[in-house]
């Protein structure tokens, strides 16, 4: 054996473990499935909660006052936010970081899933968060009188820097598209 032969199969020996290195980090995404289906649990305990909390409006709504009615009613769309919040992120935490979903030409498949990337799925999910805030400080306000001034001005501030985070991520994805955009020019 000469010392070409030899520097050869080192250097094949060498690619073959880089490339069951490259295998075992890939597998290592499905690591994740075992999250995303405990995501799919928490689904039905909000589908749950959605449940009980109109039944318990409609058992109650002769002794309801209007505005119990309201804070019943922005509590129900509460949930119905955090479980839409909950489903793109299964389902677009999924497509983008696991497998593919395989569910191209489905009639019920999301308008939003066919571009659905990392970078869509953070603004989507700010905007998901800011709604979500919106709809708490929205039963503040209408509860501001039951509640310390100072709880009132700590949810708005946190509102207020939800907006921000969510601009500067959007601002940031445009700066990233346009970059790389220019760049294929």
Do not use: C
Request: charged share 15%; hydrophobic share 50%; no cysteine.
């Amino acid at each position: 054996m000469n010392e070409t032969s030899t520097l050869v199969d080192a250097r094949h020996a060498s690619e073959a473990r880089k490339s069951r290195l490259g295998q075992v980090i890939f597998w290592s995404r499905w690591l994740q499935l075992p999250i995303y289906l405990g995501l799919i649990v928490v689904q039905g305990v909000y589908a749950w909660k959605f449940l009980s909390s109109l039944w318990e409006l409609l058992h109650n709504l002769p002794v309801l006052t209007e505005t119990e009615i309201m804070l019943s009613v922005l509590a129900l769309i509460d949930v119905v936010m955090i479980a839409n919040l909950l489903l793109m992120v299964t389902v677009g935490g999924y497509e983008t970081f696991v497998s593919r979903l395989r569910i191209d030409n489905h009639p019920d498949q999301p308008e939003w899933l066919d571009h659905v990337n990392a970078s869509v799925l953070k603004v989507k999910l700010s905007m998901a968060i800011i709604s979500i805030s919106s709809i708490h400080l929205l039963q503040t306000f209408i509860n501001a009188s039951q509640l310390p001034e100072h709880t009132i001005k700590w949810q708005l501030l946190l509102h207020l820097a939800f907006l921000v985070s969510a601009a500067a991520i959007a601002y940031t994805d445009k700066l990233l598209y346009s970059t790389v955009h220019s760049n294929k020019h």
